[in-house]
């Protein structure tokens, strides 16, 4: 680390502290994120999540990792520096954004997710706190809880900040995949619109109550394999017709609001691939999409091989309604990394995993845009900071279970009472609050 000078701390969180720093060789700006536990092993760095992913992935919408560095013990994962998180951008802006500019963004967040599916991996934590924004450039980054969908169920219950966790996921369902993602996208891109949650739950019970305030309660129809998981663990859905989205996003186009709708569907299956989203007419003024983004013009019935796990048995049985959803898993071919040993005993640096990747292909993203103002660099300090998208404010998973006998305060959520759930589960649990972005939105909610 000794190659680096420390500019000044851009972030601080539960797993890290981020620093501005320079690389004294080249002159090039960085971002350093030195995580708060030890690692003993060098194997036990290169298997950790983030690395394991982005070293496979090249893309101009994914935020680059450059190096990973073990020093005494301590990790370190030098990125790309981007100017602000998204997040940074809307918490204190008080006019809305220009559409074009909601395009331009989610235009080029849906080409890097299109890359990272057919990759064979699902982010699972977008949030605008994970979008990093340099110019006109956004970029997804914190792939802290990224996962391969061939991995083996069952998964974790907690995913993603609660705002814009999918429904698939508050239910408990053992197996779910890049749609989680697709979910994610709907909600995020409704609040670009209103400066404000889609999905304001102030608790998972809450959580439930605003979504089906917003889209309408499920039904057989919409979304059976829903009520089969809301059975199964005795959740008893409040009947509610929904609202039409058009009021709830005034400043947005019908393109818009037909994307976002069809982004926040109930059932995974009936949620456009990312691929496909960038087909939708919300984007027909926009820009070249690589062929190997476009989703395939035919629909290959798939028999997944024996051993595969069941999200992809879920993905393949999607896939038969949505032509070119399931990810091509194969990794990039231009991509290479070398791992190579420093026995330096002045410096202490033990392993150094460097990644040399060339540039990323050149997608043309932002080919007919209006240059915006440069934005300001991210606040000193600033817990929900660049790249440090587990900090306060994402709480700490509960499971699905933990929504019996809750019922809804009189706080944010309006003082509405959430419908009782069916007995059998533990009282006297404390619920998932938020201590963070709440407090932000507390005079301006949605549904």
Same mark, same amino acid.
């Given at each position: 680390?000794?190659?680096?000078?420390?500019?000044?701390?851009?972030?601080?969180?539960?797993?890290?502290?981020?620093?501005?720093?320079?690389?004294?060789?080249?002159?090039?700006?960085?971002?350093?994120? /030195?995580?708060?536990?030890?690692?003993?092993?060098?194997?036990?760095?290169?298997?950790?999540?983030?690395?394991?992913?982005?070293?496979?992935?090249?893309?101009?919408?994914?935020?680059?990792? +450059?190096?990973?560095?073990?020093? *005494?013990?301590?990790?370190?994962? @030098?990125?790309?520096?981007?100017?602000?998180?998204?997040?940074?951008?809307?918490?204190?802006?008080? /006019?809305? #954004?220009?559409?074009?500019?909601? +395009?331009?963004?989610? #235009?080029?967040?849906?080409?890097?997710?299109?890359?990272?599916?057919?990759?064979?991996?699902?982010?699972?934590?977008?949030?605008?706190?994970?979008?990093?924004?340099?110019?006109?450039?956004?970029?997804?980054?914190? #792939?802290?809880?990224?996962?391969?969908?061939?991995?083996?169920?069952?998964?974790?219950?907690? @995913?993603?900040?609660?705002?814009?966790?999918?429904?698939?996921?508050?239910?408990?369902?053992?197996?779910?995949?890049?749609?989680?993602?697709?979910?994610?996208?709907?909600?995020?891109?409704?609040?670009?619109?209103?400066?404000?949650?889609?999905?304001?739950?102030?608790?998972?019970?809450?959580?439930?109550?605003?979504?089906?305030?917003?889209?309408?309660?499920?039904?057989?129809?919409?979304?059976?394999?829903? !009520?089969? !998981?809301?059975?199964?663990?005795?959740?008893? #859905?409040?009947?509610?017709?929904?609202?039409?989205?058009?009021?709830?996003?005034?400043?947005?186009?019908?393109?818009?609001?037909?994307?976002?709708?069809?982004?926040?569907?109930?059932?995974?299956?009936?949620?456009?691939?990312?691929?496909?989203?960038?087909?939708?007419?919300?984007?027909?003024?926009?820009?070249?999409?690589?062929?190997?983004?476009?989703?395939?013009?035919?629909?290959?019935?798939?028999?997944?091989?024996?051993?595969?796990?069941?999200?992809?048995? @879920?993905?393949?049985?999607?896939?038969?309604?949505?032509?070119?959803?399931?990810?091509?898993?194969?990794?990039?071919? *231009?991509?290479?990394?070398?791992?190579?040993?420093?026995?330096?005993?002045?410096?202490? @640096?033990?392993?150094? !995993?460097?990644?040399?990747?060339?540039?990323?292909?050149?997608? /043309?993203?932002?080919? *007919?845009?209006?240059?915006?103002?440069?934005?300001?660099?991210?606040?000193?300090?600033?817990?929900?900071?660049?790249?440090?998208?587990?900090?306060?404010? *994402?709480?700490?998973?509960?499971?699905?279970?933990?929504?019996?006998?809750?019922?809804?305060?009189?706080?944010?959520?309006?003082?509405?009472?959430?419908?009782?759930?069916?007995?059998?589960?533990?009282?006297?649990?404390?619920?998932?609050?938020?201590?963070?972005?709440?407090?932000?939105?507390?005079?301006?909610?949605?549904?």
């Amino acid at each position: 680390m000794e190659r680096y000078k420390i500019i000044k701390e851009v972030g601080n969180g539960s797993f890290g502290v981020v620093w501005r720093a320079l690389n004294k060789q080249n002159g090039e700006v960085v971002a350093i994120k /030195k995580m708060k536990r030890k690692y003993y092993s060098w194997e036990e760095c290169i298997n950790l999540r983030e690395v394991k992913s982005l070293r496979k992935m090249n893309h101009p919408n994914i935020v680059k990792l +450059k190096e990973v560095v073990r020093e *005494n013990d301590i990790l370190y994962f @030098v990125f790309e520096y981007m100017e602000c998180s998204l997040y940074q951008l809307m918490k204190d802006r008080l /006019k809305c #954004f220009l559409e074009a500019r909601i +395009k331009n963004w989610c #235009f080029q967040v849906f080409q890097g997710l299109a890359y990272m599916h057919q990759r064979g991996y699902f982010h699972r934590d977008l949030k605008p706190e994970n979008f990093l924004v340099s110019k006109d450039i956004i970029k997804i980054a914190d #792939f802290g809880l990224a996962r391969e969908i061939v991995s083996q169920p069952p998964y974790t219950d907690y @995913v993603s900040t609660r705002w814009y966790r999918a429904p698939e996921v508050l239910l408990q369902a053992p197996t779910y995949g890049s749609a989680v993602d697709m979910w994610a996208m709907g909600a995020i891109m409704a609040e670009l619109f209103t400066l404000r949650p889609l999905f304001p739950g102030s608790s998972e019970a809450d959580e439930i109550y605003k979504i089906c305030s917003v889209i309408g309660s499920p039904t057989e129809s919409s979304w059976a394999e829903g !009520l089969e !998981l809301a059975n199964a663990i005795n959740y008893l #859905f409040p009947e509610l017709g929904g609202v039409n989205l058009s009021a709830l996003i005034p400043s947005a186009s019908k393109e818009a609001v037909n994307l976002i709708a069809s982004l926040c569907s109930w059932d995974p299956c009936k949620r456009p691939t990312a691929s496909e989203a960038l087909q939708h007419p919300f984007f027909q003024s926009c820009y070249y999409i690589p062929p190997s983004l476009r989703p395939k013009s035919t629909t290959v019935a798939r028999t997944p091989p024996s051993g595969l796990s069941g999200r992809r048995v @879920v993905e393949q049985k999607c896939a038969k309604k949505y032509p070119g959803s399931l990810p091509n898993s194969k990794p990039a071919d *231009n991509i290479t990394s070398s791992a190579k040993v420093h026995a330096s005993l002045s410096t202490g @640096v033990q392993r150094r !995993l460097e990644m040399n990747r060339p540039d990323g292909v050149n997608e /043309k993203t932002n080919k *007919n845009l209006v240059r915006q103002p440069k934005y300001q660099p991210p606040i000193k300090n600033n817990p929900r900071g660049m790249y440090m998208g587990k900090g306060r404010g *994402n709480g700490i998973g509960e499971t699905a279970e933990k929504l019996g006998s809750m019922t809804i305060g009189a706080g944010r959520g309006g003082g509405a009472r959430h419908p009782p759930m069916k007995a059998g589960v533990a009282a006297n649990r404390s619920s998932d609050l938020f201590t963070g972005r709440s407090q932000v939105y507390s005079s301006k909610v949605a549904g």
